[in-house]
């Protein structure tokens, strides 16, 4: 059974900090990737990591993918108070894996930022 | 171009009724999903198709059917609600798993609030 966990769950910071939250798989992924949501919203993407070594950056957010290690990161540069939400990560690994054909997803990082 | 459509926004049940959650789209996706979302928690598969006429189940598919007999129409019917049912459903589509890079992420909906009295 694939299971997804994210870490920290909960996160507090000021803006102008940089931080990283962390989402480990236990099996082989076809895809990896990063959602918003915000409080009674839908998600958003952000992010889809195919490869090994995969990194992408949009704004103030990266994220990275290491299939060697089933991990992959979303790093914060500089935050700021409109990132305030919280960030899923969700593992597809319907062919390597032998799942379903849908995501499965981590618990999330509630993330809010201080002015 | 609306993308996923659900509704209704909200409902309240009690025990033992049942109702349709409908999900439309409007991407011309072949793949479509449900899933739920307890509170504090990530969503989780219960229903997906893969395209019109076929369905599967996914992790948590027990008290629940779909069907899909179009390539936009993909409802969750609950049949004898339950407590344990409560949570919020989101619908979502995609393009199929092999399409271009950049179009294969999946589009979630607004949200169905379920809350089984």
């Known amino acids: 059974e694939l299971k997804v966990e994210q870490n920290p769950l909960f996160l507090s910071m000021q803006e102008g900090k940089n931080y990283t939250i962390y989402c480990n798989y236990s099996t082989t992924s076809d895809r990896l990737y990063w959602y918003r949501q915000d409080p009674g919203k839908s998600l958003e993407s952000l992010f889809v990591?195919?490869?090994?070594?995969a990194v992408k950056q949009e704004g103030r957010l990266m994220a990275s993918l290491d299939t060697k290690a089933r991990l992959s990161t979303l790093h914060i540069t500089a935050a700021v108070h409109d990132l305030s939400a919280t960030y899923f990560c969700?593992?597809?690994?319907?062919?390597?894996?032998?799942?379903?054909?849908?995501?499965?997803f981590g618990k999330g990082t509630h993330l809010i930022i201080q002015p | 171009n609306a993308g996923v459509t659900q509704t209704p926004k909200f409902r309240i049940l009690k025990i033992g009724q049942s109702m349709t959650l409908q999900c439309t789209q409007d991407?011309?996706?072949?793949?479509m999903y449900w899933y739920r979302q307890d509170p504090g928690m990530g969503l989780k598969l219960i229903y997906y198709s893969v395209g019109a006429g076929i369905t599967d189940k996914g992790e948590v598919p027990n008290g629940y059917n779909v069907s899909r007999s179009t390539t936009e129409d993909f409802p969750l019917r609950l049949e004898l609600a339950a407590p344990s049912q409560t949570s919020v459903y989101f619908c979502?589509?995609?393009?199929?798993?092999?399409?271009?890079?950049?179009?294969?992420?999946?589009?979630f909906g607004p949200g169905t609030r379920l809350t089984v009295l």
């Open positions: 991407m011309n996706h072949n793949y």
């Open positions: 969700a593992v597809d690994c319907r062919y390597s894996g032998g799942g379903a054909d849908g995501l499965t």
């Open positions: 979502a589509s995609s393009y199929s798993f092999w399409a271009e890079h950049g179009t294969d992420t999946q589009y």
């Open positions: 990591l195919l490869s090994n070594g």
